[in-house]
């Protein structure tokens, strides 16, 4: 791996360590926390964050219909946090690689024990990074297609050439 993929490796991993204690100290908070009478509207944090997961799951796998060279496989939903899965339909590609390109940071499926044409996504950051991570998918997407698309014209130039001769 070259420096920056080190530097990005370690980065990711510290984020996550840090990422799993701060949740950790929430989830002991939030457990031992008696609800207040005082604030009956407010919903429960679990209730909060399982619809927050779910509309972010519906937003998700609405941009996955945008494009056929990527598939939404399912999303891991856990007490704070969620995760999805994504795989790279086009053959020899390497999911997380492509990923980088645009500066999406994911998972690549090799440290879970899948191939590297799956991604994990995290989908529990704040609102802003998911915004942001969504719109970088939608990126890829386009500049994966733009690359089929010129893939294609370019074979039937070679086919009509060839069948010029």
């Avoid at 929430?26 to 779910?54: G, Q, T, W």
């Avoid at 519906?58 to 946090?81: D, P, Q, S, W």
Wanted: glycine share 4%; charged share 25%; aromatic share 12%.
């Amino acid at each position: 791996h070259t420096h920056k993929h080190t530097h990005t490796y370690i980065l990711r991993h510290t984020y996550r360590y840090i990422h799993v204690q701060l949740c950790s100290i929430m989830v002991f908070c939030i457990d031992s926390h008696k609800p207040d009478r005082r604030f009956p509207s407010i919903p429960p944090f679990y209730e909060f964050m399982a619809a927050l997961n779910r509309k972010r799951v519906k937003r998700l796998t609405a941009a996955f219909k945008l494009t056929t060279h990527y598939t939404y496989v399912n999303a891991e939903m856990g007490t704070i946090g969620a995760v999805a899965w994504m795989k790279c339909n086009d053959p020899g590609c390497d999911c997380y690689e492509l990923l980088m390109e645009v500066n999406l940071i994911g998972e690549s499926g090799t440290l879970f024990g899948a191939t590297k044409d799956f991604v994990r996504l995290t989908l529990g950051n704040p609102d802003v990074e998911f915004n942001l991570m969504l719109r970088k998918l939608l990126v890829r997407f386009k500049k994966t297609d733009e690359f089929w698309k010129e893939k294609e014209r370019s074979l039937q130039r070679d086919n009509v050439v060839a069948l010029g001769k």
